[in-house]
C-alpha cells in the first residue's frame, strides 16, 4: 500500500548524527503535547510528551522541547539510527474540551 | 495485553453500503478518539469521547457517526459509504495523566 510518509515533508540525517524534528501547534490553549512515530504499515508509536508547565523533558536518546511563546514544539533524537526511519506527529490536546489533534508529519530518512 | 483493539482490520466496501468499526479498550481510559489518516494528510481526528454515553465532533465528522454505550468501547459507522471515505482509521484512547494508546488501524477501501 502507498506509504503514510508519501508526499510528507523529509528530513534526511546521517546515521549518527543528531535530529531535530520540529512541530508548531495551533492552540494556545493547548496544555499537553506527545510525539508520536510511525512505520509504515503500523499504528502510531508513542515516544515521549511534555505538559505546558515544562520547557523540556528528556528520555531515552530523545528530548522535547516546548516554546510555548511562540508555540512550538521539538523532538531532539540523539545519535539517529537507521531504526529511527519513520514519520513523526507532533501532537497537541487541549484540556478545556480533550480533543487530541496531530500535526501533518514529518519523514525522518536515516542515511548510512 | 493491555491495549486498544480495532475491528476489523480491513474491509472493502460498495459505495452506499454501511458498516461499523469497532474500537475496544481495557485500560478503563476515560477519552477515546477516532482518526483517519491519508497520504499526506497526517491524523485527522472525526469524532471523540470524553466519557460513556457523550460524543463530540472532531475535524472531519461529516459522513460518519459515534457511539459510546459502554466507556470501554467507542464505534464508528458508516451509514452510505463513499470512495472519499477510502482511509485507513485509527483509534486512540487517553486517560488524564497518561499517554495516548492506539490501535493498529482498520484499512478500508470504499469501491
Known amino acids: 500500500g502507498e506509504s503514510v510518509g508519501l508526499h510528507l515533508p523529509t528530513l534526511s540525517v546521517q546515521e549518527g548524527d543528531n535530529s531535530i524534528i520540529n512541530c508548531a501547534y495551533?492552540?494556545?490553549?493547548?496544555?499537553?503535547?506527545?510525539?508520536?512515530?510511525?512505520?509504515?504499515?503500523?499504528?502510531p508509536q508513542f515516544i515521549i510528551d511534555i505538559r505546558s508547565n515544562m520547557d523540556k523533558r528528556q528520555g531515552q536518546r530523545v528530548t522535547v522541547l516546548l516554546n510555548k511563546t511562540v508555540k512550538h514544539l521539538s523532538l531532539q533524537i540523539a545519535a539517529t539510527q537507521p531504526g529511527d526511519s519513520a514519520v513523526y506527529f507532533c501532537a497537541e490536546r487541549t484540556g478545556a474540551n480533550s480533543k487530541l489533534t496531530f500535526g501533518k508529519g514529518i519523514t525522518l530518512s536515516v542515511r548510512p | 495485553n493491555a491495549g486498544v483493539t480495532q475491528t476489523p482490520?480491513?474491509?472493502?466496501?460498495?459505495?452506499?453500503?454501511?458498516?461499523?468499526?469497532?474500537?475496544?479498550?481495557?485500560?478503563n481510559?476515560?477519552?477515546?478518539?477516532?482518526?483517519?489518516q491519508d497520504p499526506g494528510m497526517g491524523l485527522r481526528l472525526i469524532?471523540?469521547?470524553?466519557?460513556?454515553?457523550?460524543?463530540?465532533?472532531?475535524?472531519?465528522p461529516d459522513g460518519y457517526n459515534v457511539s459510546r454505550l459502554k466507556k470501554q468501547n467507542?464505534?464508528?459507522?458508516?451509514e452510505s459509504a463513499a470512495p472519499s471515505q477510502t482511509s485507513v482509521y485509527f483509534c486512540a484512547s487517553l486517560e488524564d495523566g497518561q499517554r495516548a494508546f492506539f490501535g493498529q488501524g482498520t484499512r478500508l477501501t470504499v469501491v
Open chain 1, 26 to 43: 495551533s492552540n494556545s490553549a493547548s496544555d499537553y503535547f506527545i510525539w508520536y512515530k510511525q512505520e509504515s504499515g503500523k499504528g
Open chain 2, 29 to 36: 481510559h476515560e477519552y477515546m478518539y477516532w482518526y483517519r
Open chain 2, 74 to 78: 467507542f464505534l464508528l459507522g458508516l
Open chain 2, 47 to 60: 469524532h471523540y469521547s470524553v466519557g460513556e454515553g457523550t460524543t463530540a465532533k472532531g475535524e472531519v
Open chain 2, 9 to 27: 482490520k480491513f474491509r472493502v466496501l460498495k459505495t452506499g453500503q454501511s458498516m461499523t468499526l469497532l474500537c475496544a479498550q481495557d485500560m
